[in-house]
């Protein structure tokens, strides 16, 4: 893989509740440099974001139902629905994880589902990443959810929000990838600080990393 082939699938985030409208420029302005892929950026900010992005090719992701998914699912197609309006180009939206744990698949299908629903009738390049968290599952119900997202029709299943408190592992990278072959794409994300754990994770199946501290992870590339 190339600097600039890996430079494309780095969605620069900046997450931060804190995070001011200068630093959310600062962030784009850091993706334009370095070629990043995509920002991804809370909802609040992916105006601003789109304003600061306009005439580069770099994506606007934006996260629904964050961090803890527990948000009424027609809220969260509303939030989207927002989102794209915005600019939003991508959607991570967190899965109820609590249904899911406890077996209303039915519930969980139809929440990504309306988020699918709304990016789909915007448009087709709109891409709908579900966020799983991993580290919260056992690999059963990792198998379950890969299986509810791809029956929903979204484009990635995403190891986790990176709010909870554990890292993402290449073991679950891995797994997930293994459920979803070719079909769908693997976001990891979670703790990922540095370029030999980045290089890992993509070497495992990653197709997408989202990271605050990719510039950091690309000032490690080698001359």
């Given at each position: 893989?190339?600097?600039?082939?890996?430079?494309?699938?780095?969605?620069?985030?900046?997450?931060?509740?804190?995070?001011?409208?200068?630093?959310?420029?600062?962030?784009?302005?850091?993706?334009?440099?370095?070629?990043?892929?995509?920002?991804?950026?809370?909802?609040?900010?992916?105006?601003?974001?789109?304003?600061?992005?306009?005439?580069?090719?770099?994506?606007?992701?934006?996260?629904?139902?964050?961090?803890?998914?527990?948000?009424?699912?027609?809220?969260?197609?509303?939030?989207?629905?927002?989102?794209?309006?915005?600019?939003?180009?991508?959607?991570?939206?967190?899965?109820?994880?609590?249904?899911?744990?406890?077996?209303?698949?039915?519930?969980?299908?139809?929440?990504?589902?309306?988020?699918?629903?709304?990016?789909?009738?915007?448009?087709?390049?709109?891409?709908?990443?579900?966020?799983?968290?991993?580290?919260?599952?056992?690999?059963?119900?990792?198998?379950?959810?890969?299986?509810?997202?791809?029956?929903?029709?979204a484009d990635f299943v995403k190891?986790?929000?990176?709010?909870?408190?554990?890292?993402?592992?290449?073991?679950?990278?891995?797994?997930?990838?293994?459920?979803?072959?070719?079909?769908?794409?693997?976001?990891?994300?979670?703790?990922?600080?540095?370029?030999?754990?980045?290089?890992?994770?993509?070497?495992?199946?990653?197709?997408?990393?989202?990271?605050?501290?990719?510039?950091?992870?690309?000032?490690?590339?080698?001359?």
């Open positions: 893989m190339t600097r600039d082939e890996f430079t494309k699938i780095i969605d620069h985030t900046a997450l931060n509740p804190a995070a001011t409208k200068d630093e959310i420029r600062r962030v784009c302005e850091e993706a334009g440099t370095f070629g990043f892929g995509g920002v991804c950026v809370a909802p609040l900010w992916v105006p601003h974001a789109t304003w600061c992005l306009a005439g580069t090719p770099v994506r606007i992701a934006t996260v629904i139902g964050f961090p803890h998914g527990n948000t009424l699912p027609e809220v969260k197609a509303y939030e989207a629905k927002l989102a794209i309006e915005g600019g939003a180009h991508e959607l991570d939206m967190v899965i109820q994880i609590g249904l899911l744990r406890a077996g209303n698949h039915g519930a969980v299908l139809d929440d990504i589902q309306g988020v699918v629903n709304v990016a789909r009738r915007a448009s087709s390049k709109i891409l709908v990443k579900v966020i799983l968290e991993t580290s919260l599952l056992n690999k059963e119900e990792q198998q379950i959810a890969c299986q509810l997202v791809e029956k929903a029709g190891t986790s929000t990176g709010f909870i408190g554990s890292k993402v592992t290449i073991e679950d990278v891995g797994f997930l990838r293994s459920m979803v072959g070719k079909r769908m794409g693997v976001k990891a994300a979670g703790g990922i600080r540095d370029l030999i754990t980045a290089l890992a994770l993509v070497n495992a199946g990653a197709s997408r990393l989202g990271s605050s501290s990719s510039v950091s992870i690309m000032k490690m590339w080698p001359v």
